[in-house]
Nanobody
Framework: QVQVVESGGGLVQAGRSLSLACEAS????????VGWYRQAPGKQRELVAS???????TYADSVKGRFTISRDNALNPVYLSMNSLKPDDTGVYYC??????????????WGRGTQVTVST
């Protein structure tokens, strides 16, 4: 089994910065991709940023230029640096990790999320 844990959430004023971390543990052979998602109250979960083992990075249009996803070569841990935060960035941020276990079976694991609240 693979466990995913997010950390770094909290309450911050608009315009300030916050960094999140995503760390996977367990029976991992390789990680192929990591994605940061968020879910605001009453809304669907949406992709915020992702990175794959080939170095490819994607961002939601709403966070381009403000958020940066960073990683080491193993894609573990993966960080999300969030600058110029807005109240619309408020939500629960989840990390999703995909890869192969030590038994060479694919896995797709989610963390429990970390709350980010941006006040005006």
């Amino acid at each position: 089994q693979v466990q995913v844990v997010e950390s770094g959430g909290g309450l911050v004023q608009a315009g300030r910065s916050l960094s999140l971390a995503c760390e996977a543990s367990g029976n991992i052979f390789t990680i192929n991709g990591v994605g940061w998602y968020r879910q605001a109250p009453g809304k669907q979960r949406e992709l915020v940023a992702s990175v794959n083992s080939g170095g490819g990075v994607t961002y939601a249009d709403s966070v381009k230029g403000r958020f940066t996803i960073s990683r080491d070569n193993a894609l573990n841990p993966v960080y999300l640096s969030m600058n110029s935060l807005k109240p619309d960035d408020t939500g629960v941020y989840y990390c999703n990790v995909k890869g192969y276990s030590g038994s060479r079976y694919p896995f797709d694991s989610w963390g429990r999320g970390t709350q980010v609240t941006v006040s005006t």
